[in-house]
Protein backbone atom coordinates (compact mmCIF):
# COMPACT_ATOMS: atom_id res chain seq x y z
CA UNK A 1 0.00 0.00 0.00
CA UNK A 2 1.46 3.43 -0.74
CA UNK A 3 0.33 6.05 1.98
CA UNK A 4 0.37 9.88 0.89
CA UNK A 5 -0.19 12.00 3.37
CA UNK A 6 0.09 16.20 3.50
CA UNK A 7 -1.57 18.79 6.03
CA UNK A 8 -4.62 18.81 4.10
CA UNK A 9 -4.91 15.80 1.63
CA UNK A 10 -4.76 12.04 2.17
CA UNK A 11 -4.72 9.05 -0.02
CA UNK A 12 -4.43 5.51 0.72
CA UNK A 13 -3.59 3.77 -2.51
CA UNK A 14 -3.63 -0.36 -2.89
CA UNK A 15 -4.01 -2.35 -6.36
CA UNK A 16 -8.08 -2.72 -5.88
CA UNK A 17 -8.52 0.95 -4.67
CA UNK A 18 -8.02 4.60 -3.65
CA UNK A 19 -9.04 6.30 -0.31
CA UNK A 20 -8.94 9.62 -0.90
CA UNK A 21 -9.60 11.88 2.00
CA UNK A 22 -9.86 15.87 2.19
CA UNK A 23 -9.31 17.85 5.44
CA UNK A 24 -12.56 20.28 4.83
CA UNK A 25 -10.58 23.49 4.76
CA UNK A 26 -14.19 25.93 4.98
CA UNK A 27 -14.04 24.86 8.40
CA UNK A 28 -10.83 25.88 9.67
CA UNK A 29 -9.67 27.29 11.92
CA UNK A 30 -11.98 25.85 14.41
CA UNK A 31 -13.20 22.33 13.07
CA UNK A 32 -10.74 19.78 11.99
CA UNK A 33 -12.94 17.06 9.31
CA UNK A 34 -11.99 15.14 7.45
CA UNK A 35 -14.10 14.42 4.36
CA UNK A 36 -13.62 11.08 2.09
CA UNK A 37 -14.00 11.88 -1.92
CA UNK A 38 -15.14 9.09 -3.65
CA UNK A 39 -16.99 10.44 -6.89
CA UNK A 40 -15.26 13.31 -9.69
CA UNK A 41 -18.57 15.28 -8.76
CA UNK A 42 -17.66 15.59 -4.98
CA UNK A 43 -14.40 16.63 -6.16
CA UNK A 44 -15.68 19.46 -8.46
CA UNK A 45 -17.77 20.69 -5.61
CA UNK A 46 -14.75 20.33 -2.78
CA UNK A 47 -12.57 22.20 -5.49
CA UNK A 48 -15.18 24.70 -6.25
CA UNK A 49 -16.36 25.58 -2.57
CA UNK A 50 -12.59 25.69 -1.55
CA UNK A 51 -12.51 22.69 0.36
CA UNK A 52 -9.67 22.09 -1.07
CA UNK A 53 -7.77 25.33 -2.58
CA UNK A 54 -4.13 26.48 -3.05
CA UNK A 55 -3.10 26.37 -7.20
CA UNK A 56 -0.46 23.17 -6.41
CA UNK A 57 -2.90 21.56 -3.88
CA UNK A 58 -5.92 21.40 -6.49
CA UNK A 59 -3.21 20.65 -8.97
CA UNK A 60 -2.80 17.57 -6.88
CA UNK A 61 -5.85 16.52 -5.71
CA UNK A 62 -7.46 16.45 -9.49
CA UNK A 63 -4.95 14.15 -10.46
CA UNK A 64 -5.20 11.30 -7.78
CA UNK A 65 -9.23 11.29 -8.21
CA UNK A 66 -8.57 10.77 -12.24
CA UNK A 67 -6.19 7.36 -10.54
CA UNK A 68 -8.48 6.64 -8.59
CA UNK A 69 -11.46 7.05 -11.50
CA UNK A 70 -8.72 4.75 -13.54
CA UNK A 71 -8.51 2.06 -10.39
CA UNK A 72 -12.58 2.30 -10.20
CA UNK A 73 -11.98 0.51 -13.99
CA UNK A 74 -13.63 3.97 -15.92
CA UNK A 75 -13.27 3.42 -19.38
CA UNK A 76 -10.64 5.70 -21.20
CA UNK A 77 -13.52 8.00 -22.99
CA UNK A 78 -15.37 8.39 -19.67
CA UNK A 79 -11.76 8.90 -17.70
CA UNK A 80 -10.82 11.84 -20.21
CA UNK A 81 -14.66 13.68 -19.95
CA UNK A 82 -13.80 13.52 -15.92
CA UNK A 83 -10.77 14.68 -16.52
CA UNK A 84 -12.40 17.84 -18.22
CA UNK A 85 -14.74 18.58 -16.06
CA UNK A 86 -12.26 18.38 -13.32
CA UNK A 87 -9.94 20.52 -15.61
CA UNK A 88 -12.80 23.28 -15.36
CA UNK A 89 -13.62 23.74 -12.25
CA UNK A 90 -11.41 26.57 -11.43
CA UNK A 91 -10.05 29.02 -13.64
CA UNK A 92 -7.34 30.41 -12.39
CA UNK A 93 -5.14 28.10 -11.06
CA UNK A 94 -3.03 26.77 -13.95
CA UNK A 95 -1.51 23.77 -12.02
CA UNK A 96 -4.98 22.22 -12.08
CA UNK A 97 -4.97 22.23 -15.74
CA UNK A 98 -0.98 21.91 -16.40
CA UNK A 99 -1.55 18.63 -13.91
CA UNK A 100 -4.62 17.53 -15.63
CA UNK A 101 -2.88 17.86 -19.32
CA UNK A 102 0.28 15.92 -18.10
CA UNK A 103 -2.50 13.23 -17.26
CA UNK A 104 -4.19 12.97 -19.88
CA UNK A 105 -1.70 12.90 -22.42
CA UNK A 106 -0.96 10.01 -20.60
CA UNK A 107 -4.49 8.59 -20.57
CA UNK A 108 -4.50 9.22 -24.36
CA UNK A 109 -1.35 8.35 -25.99
CA UNK A 110 -0.32 4.73 -23.05
CA UNK A 111 -3.04 4.06 -21.12
CA UNK A 112 -2.85 1.37 -18.09
CA UNK A 113 -3.95 1.22 -14.91
CA UNK A 114 -0.83 1.36 -12.96
CA UNK A 115 0.61 4.30 -15.05
CA UNK A 116 -2.13 6.62 -14.20
CA UNK A 117 -1.51 6.03 -10.59
CA UNK A 118 2.04 6.08 -10.96
CA UNK A 119 1.95 9.52 -12.54
CA UNK A 120 -0.74 10.72 -9.99
CA UNK A 121 1.75 9.76 -7.52
CA UNK A 122 4.89 11.26 -8.89
CA UNK A 123 2.87 14.59 -9.49
CA UNK A 124 1.92 14.79 -5.06
CA UNK A 125 5.63 13.96 -4.53
CA UNK A 126 7.38 15.89 -7.25
CA UNK A 127 5.26 19.28 -5.46
CA UNK A 128 6.28 18.08 -2.15
CA UNK A 129 9.71 18.48 -3.38
CA UNK A 130 9.23 22.08 -5.73
CA UNK A 131 7.94 23.00 -2.18
CA UNK A 132 11.02 22.46 -0.62
CA UNK A 133 13.47 23.83 -3.23
CA UNK A 134 11.32 27.07 -3.31
CA UNK A 135 11.82 26.99 0.58
CA UNK A 136 15.26 27.02 0.33
CA UNK A 137 16.06 29.13 -2.45
CA UNK A 138 13.51 31.92 -1.18
CA UNK A 139 15.36 31.49 2.90
CA UNK A 140 18.34 32.91 0.75
CA UNK A 141 16.35 36.40 1.07
CA UNK A 142 14.76 36.49 4.96
CA UNK A 143 17.32 38.16 7.13
CA UNK A 144 16.89 37.81 10.88
CA UNK A 145 14.29 40.45 11.81
CA UNK A 146 12.66 40.81 8.88
CA UNK A 147 9.27 41.88 10.13
CA UNK A 148 7.07 40.00 6.89
CA UNK A 149 3.80 40.47 5.41
CA UNK A 150 2.24 37.79 3.59
CA UNK A 151 -1.47 37.02 1.80
CA UNK A 152 -4.38 34.71 1.26
CA UNK A 153 -2.70 30.98 2.56
CA UNK A 154 0.42 29.43 0.67
CA UNK A 155 1.33 26.65 3.23
CA UNK A 156 0.63 23.13 3.85
CA UNK A 157 -2.81 23.61 3.28
CA UNK A 158 -2.46 24.71 -0.41
CA UNK A 159 0.23 21.96 -1.61
CA UNK A 160 1.63 18.51 -1.23
CA UNK A 161 4.70 19.97 0.73
CA UNK A 162 5.60 22.78 3.09
CA UNK A 163 3.91 25.53 0.63
CA UNK A 164 5.23 28.28 -1.27
CA UNK A 165 5.66 31.28 0.13
CA UNK A 166 5.00 29.98 3.81
CA UNK A 167 7.32 27.69 2.77
CA UNK A 168 10.12 30.28 2.72
CA UNK A 169 8.99 31.42 6.01
CA UNK A 170 8.96 28.32 7.63
CA UNK A 171 12.49 27.08 6.05
CA UNK A 172 13.79 30.69 7.52
CA UNK A 173 12.24 30.25 10.50
CA UNK A 174 14.06 26.96 11.11
CA UNK A 175 17.26 28.24 10.17
CA UNK A 176 16.81 30.05 13.30
CA UNK A 177 16.16 33.17 11.83
CA UNK A 178 14.14 35.96 14.21
CA UNK A 179 11.40 36.77 11.97
CA UNK A 180 7.79 38.04 12.31
CA UNK A 181 4.80 37.12 9.91
CA UNK A 182 2.06 40.13 9.40
CA UNK A 183 -0.82 37.93 8.37
CA UNK A 184 -3.81 40.07 5.92
CA UNK A 185 -6.88 38.55 6.86
CA UNK A 186 -7.51 38.25 2.77
CA UNK A 187 -11.35 38.95 2.56
CA UNK A 188 -13.08 37.81 1.48
CA UNK A 189 -12.98 34.38 2.46
CA UNK A 190 -10.21 34.97 5.04
CA UNK A 191 -7.38 32.60 4.15
CA UNK A 192 -5.16 34.50 5.99
CA UNK A 193 -7.24 35.12 9.28
CA UNK A 194 -8.44 31.62 9.40
CA UNK A 195 -5.61 29.15 7.49
CA UNK A 196 -2.75 31.37 7.77
CA UNK A 197 -3.30 32.44 11.22
CA UNK A 198 -3.19 28.28 12.01
CA UNK A 199 -0.60 27.20 10.22
CA UNK A 200 2.16 29.65 11.71
CA UNK A 201 0.46 29.04 15.19
CA UNK A 202 0.85 25.20 14.35
CA UNK A 203 4.57 26.16 13.61
CA UNK A 204 5.08 28.36 16.22
CA UNK A 205 6.70 31.30 14.10
CA UNK A 206 5.57 34.55 15.73
CA UNK A 207 2.85 36.52 13.61
CA UNK A 208 0.16 38.99 14.12
CA UNK A 209 -3.04 38.98 12.27
CA UNK A 210 -3.87 42.27 10.76
CA UNK A 211 -7.02 43.37 8.33
CA UNK A 212 -5.79 44.21 4.50
CA UNK A 213 -6.14 47.51 4.91
CA UNK A 214 -3.90 47.76 8.27
CA UNK A 215 -1.09 46.94 5.95
CA UNK A 216 -0.09 50.27 4.30
CA UNK A 217 0.09 52.10 7.76
CA UNK A 218 2.17 49.36 9.34
CA UNK A 219 4.55 49.92 6.38
CA UNK A 220 4.59 53.63 7.12
CA UNK A 221 5.46 52.86 10.73
CA UNK A 222 8.57 50.91 9.10
CA UNK A 223 6.62 47.82 10.94
CA UNK A 224 6.98 45.55 7.58
CA UNK A 225 10.01 45.13 5.73
CA UNK A 226 9.70 42.41 2.91
CA UNK A 227 6.53 40.70 1.79
CA UNK A 228 6.27 37.54 0.05
CA UNK A 229 2.91 36.07 -1.62
CA UNK A 230 2.22 32.65 -3.80
CA UNK A 231 0.66 32.84 -7.42
CA UNK A 232 -2.38 31.15 -9.32
CA UNK A 233 -0.67 31.64 -12.78
CA UNK A 234 2.88 33.36 -13.92
CA UNK A 235 2.58 34.80 -17.12
CA UNK A 236 6.20 34.72 -19.20
CA UNK A 237 7.01 38.39 -18.83
CA UNK A 238 6.15 37.99 -14.90
CA UNK A 239 3.09 39.48 -14.60
CA UNK A 240 1.13 36.98 -11.94
CA UNK A 241 -2.49 36.52 -10.26
CA UNK A 242 -2.90 35.73 -6.58
CA UNK A 243 -5.77 36.02 -4.59
CA UNK A 244 -7.34 39.40 -4.44
CA UNK A 245 -5.89 41.80 -2.79
CA UNK A 246 -1.86 41.27 -3.90
CA UNK A 247 -1.69 43.51 -6.23
CA UNK A 248 -2.44 46.30 -3.55
CA UNK A 249 0.34 44.63 -1.24
CA UNK A 250 2.54 45.07 -4.13
CA UNK A 251 1.61 48.89 -5.10
CA UNK A 252 1.96 49.59 -1.47
CA UNK A 253 5.57 47.77 -1.29
CA UNK A 254 6.60 49.82 -4.22
CA UNK A 255 5.30 53.10 -2.59
CA UNK A 256 7.33 52.13 0.52
CA UNK A 257 10.02 50.97 -1.47
CA UNK A 258 10.01 47.44 0.21
CA UNK A 259 10.42 44.09 -1.29
CA UNK A 260 7.90 42.49 -2.46
CA UNK A 261 8.81 38.37 -3.78
CA UNK A 262 6.29 36.19 -5.46
CA UNK A 263 7.13 32.26 -4.57
CA UNK A 264 5.85 29.72 -6.66
CA UNK A 265 6.61 26.18 -8.62
CA UNK A 266 7.28 25.78 -12.21
CA UNK A 267 3.80 24.56 -12.66
CA UNK A 268 2.62 27.84 -11.79
CA UNK A 269 4.05 29.30 -14.67
CA UNK A 270 1.98 29.00 -17.75
CA UNK A 271 4.21 29.34 -20.68
CA UNK A 272 1.23 29.90 -23.17
CA UNK A 273 0.50 33.62 -21.09
CA UNK A 274 2.43 36.34 -22.54
CA UNK A 275 1.18 38.59 -19.82
CA UNK A 276 -1.32 38.93 -17.10
CA UNK A 277 -4.28 40.21 -19.52
CA UNK A 278 -4.28 36.87 -20.74
CA UNK A 279 -5.21 35.51 -17.00
CA UNK A 280 -8.36 34.24 -17.02
CA UNK A 281 -10.04 35.66 -13.44
CA UNK A 282 -12.66 33.80 -11.54
CA UNK A 283 -15.84 35.76 -10.42
CA UNK A 284 -17.37 34.09 -7.60
CA UNK A 285 -20.70 34.22 -5.90
CA UNK A 286 -21.87 37.38 -4.20
CA UNK A 287 -22.65 35.84 -0.88
CA UNK A 288 -18.97 35.77 0.00
CA UNK A 289 -18.57 39.63 0.03
CA UNK A 290 -22.02 40.42 1.73
CA UNK A 291 -21.36 37.99 4.58
CA UNK A 292 -19.21 35.36 5.70
CA UNK A 293 -19.30 31.69 6.18
CA UNK A 294 -17.47 29.48 8.03
CA UNK A 295 -17.59 26.51 11.07
CA UNK A 296 -19.59 28.77 12.88
CA UNK A 297 -22.31 29.51 10.34
CA UNK A 298 -23.40 32.14 7.75
CA UNK A 299 -23.72 35.74 8.56
CA UNK A 300 -24.94 38.20 5.83
CA UNK A 301 -24.30 41.79 6.78
CA UNK A 302 -25.12 43.39 3.49
CA UNK A 303 -28.68 44.53 2.50
CA UNK A 304 -30.40 41.87 0.22
CA UNK A 305 -29.91 42.51 -3.29
CA UNK A 306 -26.88 45.47 -3.16
CA UNK A 307 -24.83 44.78 -6.34
CA UNK A 308 -21.59 43.29 -5.71
CA UNK A 309 -18.40 42.55 -7.27
CA UNK A 310 -16.01 39.35 -6.33
CA UNK A 311 -13.10 38.87 -8.58
CA UNK A 312 -11.46 35.93 -6.41
CA UNK A 313 -7.97 36.97 -7.80
CA UNK A 314 -6.04 39.88 -9.00
CA UNK A 315 -3.50 40.18 -11.10
CA UNK A 316 0.40 42.17 -10.13
CA UNK A 317 2.42 43.51 -12.94
CA UNK A 318 5.76 42.57 -13.52
CA UNK A 319 7.53 45.77 -12.68
CA UNK A 320 6.14 45.80 -8.96
CA UNK A 321 7.93 42.33 -8.16
CA UNK A 322 11.36 42.38 -6.64
CA UNK A 323 12.35 38.66 -7.25
CA UNK A 324 10.16 35.41 -8.81
CA UNK A 325 11.38 32.64 -6.50
CA UNK A 326 11.15 29.49 -8.24
CA UNK A 327 12.21 26.11 -7.23
CA UNK A 328 14.84 25.94 -10.11
CA UNK A 329 16.13 29.64 -8.80
CA UNK A 330 14.96 33.09 -8.12
CA UNK A 331 15.08 35.44 -11.00
CA UNK A 332 15.44 38.93 -11.52
CA UNK A 333 13.85 41.64 -13.36
CA UNK A 334 16.31 40.87 -15.77
CA UNK A 335 15.92 37.22 -15.98
CA UNK A 336 12.76 37.68 -16.43
CA UNK A 337 13.35 40.18 -19.29
CA UNK A 338 15.57 37.31 -21.08
CA UNK A 339 12.69 35.29 -21.18
CA UNK A 340 14.22 32.65 -18.38
CA UNK A 341 9.82 32.00 -17.74
CA UNK A 342 9.44 30.69 -21.72
CA UNK A 343 11.30 27.30 -20.88
CA UNK A 344 9.60 26.32 -17.26
O1 LIG B 1 -8.75 30.79 -3.71
P1 LIG B 1 -7.57 30.12 -3.10
O2 LIG B 1 -7.63 30.06 -1.61
O3 LIG B 1 -7.30 28.78 -3.72
O4 LIG B 1 -6.35 31.07 -3.48
C1 LIG B 1 -5.07 30.63 -3.18
C2 LIG B 1 -4.01 31.63 -3.50
O5 LIG B 1 -4.26 32.70 -4.00
C3 LIG B 1 -2.61 31.19 -3.23
O6 LIG B 1 -1.80 32.30 -2.97
C4 LIG B 1 -2.05 30.46 -4.46
O7 LIG B 1 -2.93 29.45 -4.88
C5 LIG B 1 -0.73 29.88 -4.20
S1 LIG B 1 -0.83 28.59 -3.00
C6 LIG B 1 0.70 27.88 -2.80
Known sequence: MIQLRSLALQADITNAKISLRLLDQTLLPHEEKWILVETNEQMIEAIKTLRVRGAPLIGVAACLMIAKLAI????????????????????????????IDRMTKLIKSNFTIQNTVDLAVQIFNEDVKLCEQIAENGAAFIQDGDQILTHCNTGGLATAGVG???????????????IHIYIDETRPLLQ??????????????????????????????????????????????????????????????????????VAAPYTTVDTKCENGNQIPIEQRSAKEV?????????????????????????????KLVSKWILDKAAYSKKDIEQGVLKSC
Open 192 to 261: GGRLTAWELKKLNIPCTLITDNMAAHLMSLKKINKAIVGSDRIAINGDFANKIGTYSVAVNCFYHQIPFY
Open 72 to 99: EKTSVPELLAKAQALYEARPTAVNLMIC
Open 290 to 318: QGVSGSFGEVLWAPAGVAVYNPAFDVTPA
Open 164 to 178: TALGVIRKAHEQGKK
